[in-house]
């Protein structure tokens, strides 16, 4: 999920309420709340924990909430997981120590002590985190009772072998959903490009059979949302959507006009009914109408 901004960088919480709903309205069944794409990064641990529980609260009886209370700091980590638990979230996102990394004890013991304090999908990111969760620390980490699986980045023959040991797998690449689904046996995806085109994702993933033409169709879409790191595109094509505000919070700054003109005529293209709240408020906008946050107040 997105998080959105007053001008002032504050979570506009009206209008998150309304991209959830659109999200519901699209076929979502679950949202991941502060993750990269939510900019869990650029909050405070007291932002990060009251929007988990404001979703949790708000939304709870109709979708999975996941909480991305990971953190390269176990301790972190394991704070910030009791307090989502205890707001009511219903699984964990936990993601590899980055930067600093460790050794793959050091993983065994991280993750180890995040489940348990409760329910967890860990998330294998080797492009963000540089160090990969192999598959035997994986293996090994499926046996304790509060793993719930992998949202793996690592590409769709990696989710294959998962899949073949019944240990459950999210994809965490978009442009790989379809068939990670449908030939690999992931259970879904935690998806970025969902935040515009919900239905359209619904549809690669949750029909019983494989969807080759739609998936061909989200392709040029995926790449310019990926054209610079997440979650820079999926903010510039909500403001441009009128569904947020165009606010950034550094170091995240929007899409170039050439990119947005580009962008503009991508979600034109899926047509009225496919883009989450429709095309009428669609803009290229100008650079000025853009606000970069410098100090947000939480």
Known sequence: MKTPYTPSGKIDIGAYDAHVERQIAGGVQGLVVGGTTGEGQLMSWDEHIMLIAHTVNKFGDDLAILGNTGSN???EALKATEQGFNVGMHAALQINPYYGKTSE??????????????????????????????????????????????????????????SA????????????????????????VISVASNIIPSVYAELICADAPA???????????????????????????????????????????????????????????????????LGGLR??????????RHPQH
Not at 131 to 138: C, E, F, L, Y
């Open 284 to 293: 290229v906008m100008e650079d000025s109408d853009f606000e970069l946050c």
């Open 73 to 75: 700091n176990t301790a």
């Open 165 to 188: 040991q019944g240990i459950a797998c999210w994809s965490g690449n978009d442009d790989e959903a379809h068939d990670a689904r449908h030939h690999a046996g992931a259970t879904g």
């Open 212 to 278: 080759p033409e739609v998936n061909a169709s989200v392709q040029d879409f995926v790449a310019w949302l990926f054209a610079e790191p997440n979650p820079i595109g999926v903010n510039t094509a909500l403001a441009m959507l009128g569904h947020v505000q165009p606010v950034f919070r550094l170091p995240y700054v929007p899409y170039s006009r050439e990119l947005r003109e580009q962008g503009a005529e991508l979600m034109k293209a899926f047509g009225e009914a496919k883009v989450s709240g429709g």
């Open 105 to 162: 004890r050091g993983l065994l013991e991280h993750f180890r002590a995040a489940l348990d304090i409760g329910p967890g999908i860990l998330y294998n990111v080797v492009g963000r985190t540089n160090q990969d969760i192999r598959p035997h620390v994986v293996e090994e980490l499926a046996q304790h009772g509060n793993f719930l699986g992998m949202k793996e980045c690592e590409g769709n023959e990696r989710i294959r072998g998962y």
